[in-house]
């Protein structure tokens, strides 16, 4: 039978004491908490622990894991973690604590292992490039549909053809580089011209002023959550209300943008067109012009690569070793339009499902639509 550790408290030490030194007697293993509200609350809770696990599924599981604690701790309180400790050890025979990465070490604690924490959009070899660095060992990558296989050759990451996308993903810290094989004769840009995507669309950039303000606005309000009192509480949202009201110079006034973190979860789309014109090269982006007749000092013969690389700016709050980035081409298409009009326009390449490929695909959405509705509403 396990050693069940008892929790004891008192109103002070000597009557702590007391109170531990009769326990003893019965219990050979004892834990003091700090006071005898932390010790009822920890008996509550993992009492209620015990409760839910035997009544669902008939027993207590023997992992535990610690959602998104990352503070080298069991709890962002000294005094909850100890106490979170010790039940922990009691329940189970081992536990995940930190979020990072899915390989530990022999001589990790089975009570502070880590564990990495996959997120639902990612693709499947974002997941297989973490596990291939953190575990040192081959891999062998999804390439997805055999549909356009042989149209590319993938240089450095990782590719995946996955219906009308093709999905990038880099390796850890670095970049993922595919090249399309023609035998067209596409034209080669070295360099883009390189802005914010947030630039080209007019959207507007926080200063760094602004974004201090912010940060401080954010952490009262947080302490506030956490507080030991109501008063204690009160205090901190009145300071997170005073900083709201104070000024902050923004971009427009002349101070520093605020431009180096950008969240791993901030995804987007974005509609981009690049065109070649003679010896010029145009981007928009959404409708927006990022560059106009941008002359190329080469316009020989060369070939079109997709990319996509990690920024080392980049931040994750929810996984904080996620250094893996995907880059999504969604229906990648080529174009050649000899001539001034429209309808001049040659597809020289396309990821987009054509002809027959095209209705096949529709008509399987369509099943699959009216499968899910029979399956919900029947």
Same mark, same amino acid.
């Given at each position: 039978?396990?050693? *069940?550790?008892?929790?004891?408290?008192?109103?002070?030490?000597?009557?702590?004491?007391?109170?531990?030194?009769?326990?003893?007697?019965?219990?050979?293993?004892?834990?003091?908490?700090?006071?005898?509200?932390?010790?009822?609350?920890?008996?509550?809770?993992?009492?209620?622990?015990?409760?839910? %696990?035997?009544?669902?599924?008939?027993?207590?599981?023997? *992992?535990?894991?610690?959602?998104?604690?990352?503070?080298?701790?069991?709890?962002?309180?000294?005094?909850?973690?100890?106490?979170?400790?010790?039940?922990?050890?009691?329940?189970?025979?081992?536990?995940?604590?930190?979020?990072?990465?899915?390989?530990?070490?022999?001589?990790?604690?089975?009570?502070?292992?880590?564990?990495?924490?996959?997120?639902?959009?990612?693709?499947?070899?974002?997941?297989?490039?973490?596990?291939?660095?953190?575990?040192?060992?081959?891999?062998?990558?999804?390439?997805?549909e055999?549909?356009?296989?042989?149209?590319?050759?993938?240089t450095?990451?990782?590719?995946?053809?996955?219906?009308?996308? %093709?999905?990038?993903?880099?390796?850890?810290?670095?970049?993922?580089l595919?090249?399309?094989?023609?035998?067209?004769?596409?034209?080669?840009?070295?360099?883009?011209?390189?802005?914010?995507?947030?630039?080209?669309?007019?959207?507007?950039?926080?200063?760094?002023?602004?974004m201090?303000?912010?940060a401080?606005?954010?952490?009262?309000?947080?302490?506030?959550?956490?507080a030991?009192?109501?008063?204690?509480?009160?205090?901190?949202?009145?300071?997170?209300?005073?900083?709201?009201?104070?000024?902050?110079?923004? *971009?427009?006034?002349?101070?520093?943008?605020?431009?180096?973190?950008?969240?791993?979860?901030?995804?987007?789309?974005?509609?981009?067109?690049?065109?070649?014109?003679?010896?010029?090269?145009?981007?928009?982006?959404?409708?927006?012009?990022?560059?106009?007749?941008?002359s190329?000092?080469?316009?020989?013969?060369?070939?079109?690569?997709?990319?996509?690389?990690?920024?080392?700016?980049?931040?994750?709050?929810?996984?904080l070793?996620?250094?893996?980035?995907?880059?999504v081409?969604?229906?990648?298409?080529?174009?050649?339009?000899p001539?001034?009009?429209?309808?001049?326009?040659?597809?020289?390449?396309?990821?987009?499902?054509?002809?027959?490929?095209? %209705?096949?695909?529709?008509?399987?959405?369509?099943?699959?639509?009216?499968?899910?509705?029979?399956?919900? %509403?029947?």
């Amino acid at each position: 039978m396990a050693e *069940v550790t008892k929790i004891v408290s008192g109103c002070d030490e000597e009557t702590l004491d007391a109170v531990a030194s009769v326990y003893q007697l019965a219990a050979p293993s004892l834990f003091r908490a700090s006071s005898i509200k932390m010790a009822e609350a920890a008996k509550l809770v993992e009492n209620a622990q015990r409760d839910v %696990y035997e009544d669902k599924l008939g027993y207590v599981p023997s *992992v535990y894991v610690l959602m998104h604690a990352n503070t080298g701790r069991f709890g962002n309180n000294r005094e909850v973690s100890d106490t979170n400790e010790r039940w922990i050890c009691d329940l189970f025979a081992m536990n995940f604590n930190r979020e990072g990465y899915c390989f530990n070490q022999r001589n990790s604690s089975i009570y502070d292992l880590t564990r990495m924490q996959p997120q639902p959009y990612w693709p499947v070899n974002h997941l297989l490039m973490r596990i291939k660095y953190d575990i040192n060992q081959p891999i062998t990558f999804e390439k997805g549909e055999k549909r356009h296989q042989e149209d590319w050759e993938n240089t450095k990451g990782a590719a995946e053809i996955k219906e009308e996308k %093709y999905i990038l993903t880099t390796l850890p810290e670095g970049e993922v580089l595919s090249r399309l094989n023609s035998k067209k004769d596409f034209r080669d840009a070295r360099e883009l011209y390189r802005e914010k995507i947030a630039v080209i669309l007019g959207q507007k950039i926080p200063s760094k002023e602004e974004m201090k303000r912010e940060a401080e606005v954010t952490e009262n309000e947080a302490f506030a959550r956490y507080a030991d009192s109501p008063a204690e509480a009160k205090e901190y949202l009145a300071r997170a209300e005073y900083h709201k009201q104070q000024p902050a110079a923004s *971009v427009e006034d002349g101070v520093e943008p605020d431009t180096e973190m950008t969240s791993f979860h901030e995804r987007s789309s974005h509609d981009i067109d690049i065109a070649f014109k003679d010896d010029a090269l145009t981007v928009t982006v959404d409708g927006k012009p990022a560059v106009e007749d941008l002359s190329l000092g080469n316009t020989q013969r060369g070939g079109i690569l997709l990319g996509a690389d990690w920024k080392s700016d980049a931040w994750s709050q929810r996984n904080l070793a996620d250094d893996v980035y995907d880059g999504v081409f969604d229906k990648f298409t080529v174009l050649s339009n000899p001539g001034k009009d429209e309808k001049d326009e040659k597809v020289l390449f396309t990821m987009q499902y054509t002809g027959l490929e095209h %209705y096949e695909h529709r008509a399987k959405e369509i099943w699959e639509a009216i499968l899910k509705w029979f399956l919900t %509403y029947l």
